[in-house]
């Protein structure tokens, strides 16, 4: 089966993802003295609408109307955009390309019921359905690019790469379908359902990379709020607008999904 899915995410696309960043770098005056800039980095990430679903899906007929459904699915998704800013860097002001990238993928599983309620065997078969899906292997990434157009840092970049992984999340689908029969073991197919959330999930596991000077000072001071930031435990936290507070990301897959089937009758 292959289709598109659309999970709202909940803290990451509205929170996360709009976050602003307060910043702050130095520049050097005509005397040569250091004075420190502050200001406000944006870079806002579209909300991910949807993203492709793939997997493959087992049936087993207890009666002419009622299957009893297994399926096995991946997702992925992404979002990004691209500015052009002004940072302070290696002494003066630079011209600066901020592409930040966020993109997220999970696998999952599920157990239902298909009840066919119109079901002509020479044409159409329409049905409704009720499952369970266990959410795991969540992977979620996020990349900033600061690519220095000016200055004395122009031509190199910067890079901060945050990755977090989280597992358990458990959703009940309500949907709905139909099957078109081509002969005996062969039918096309579609669903569409509605995932509502049992439980949220905080991701964990988190690992940070970067390429900027950690304690660097002088001209080479720059400091970043992140958007996301690792907690002491390793759980993803998001930058509470207007604080210096970051609140554990939780995250759910609520939203409908539509997939289309080519069906194998044996």
Do not use: C
């Not at 970043?224 to 759980?235: F, N, R, T």
């Amino acid at each position: 089966m292959l289709g598109i899915a659309s999970p709202e995410f909940h803290d990451l696309g509205k929170y996360e993802f709009k976050a602003d960043m307060p910043s702050a770098g130095n520049i050097i005056l005509d005397n040569e003295t250091n004075i420190r800039v502050d200001f406000m980095l944006v870079n806002d990430l579209p909300r991910i609408s949807y993203g492709t679903l793939a997997g493959a899906e087992i049936s087993t007929q207890l009666d002419d109307r009622n299957d009893v459904i297994f399926g096995l699915s991946s997702w992925e998704g992404g979002s990004g955009s691209r500015v052009r800013v002004k940072i302070p860097f290696q002494g003066v002001m630079s011209d600066t390309a901020f592409e930040r990238t966020g993109n997220i993928s999970y696998t999952q599983y599920s157990l239902g019921w298909r009840h066919y309620y119109m079901n002509n065997n020479a044409a159409w078969r329409w049905s409704y359905k009720l499952a369970v899906h266990e959410i795991f292997d969540i992977d979620f990434k996020e990349r900033m690019v600061f690519a220095f157009a000016s200055g004395p840092a122009a031509g190199f970049k910067r890079v901060v790469v945050m990755e977090s992984q989280g597992a358990g999340m458990m959703a009940i689908e309500a949907g709905l379908g139909a099957e078109k029969s081509m002969n005996r073991w062969l039918s096309f197919g579609m669903d569409a359902g509605y995932l509502q959330g049992v439980r949220r999930v905080v991701l964990n596991n988190g690992t940070m990379k970067t390429n900027f000077q950690e304690e660097a000072s002088g001209s080479d001071y720059l400091q970043i709020k992140l958007p996301a930031q690792l907690g002491p435990d390793g759980s993803l936290g998001y930058l509470v607008s207007g604080t210096d507070v970051y609140k554990k990301m939780r995250m759910n897959v609520d939203g409908w999904q539509i997939v289309f089937k080519v069906n194998f009758h044996y």
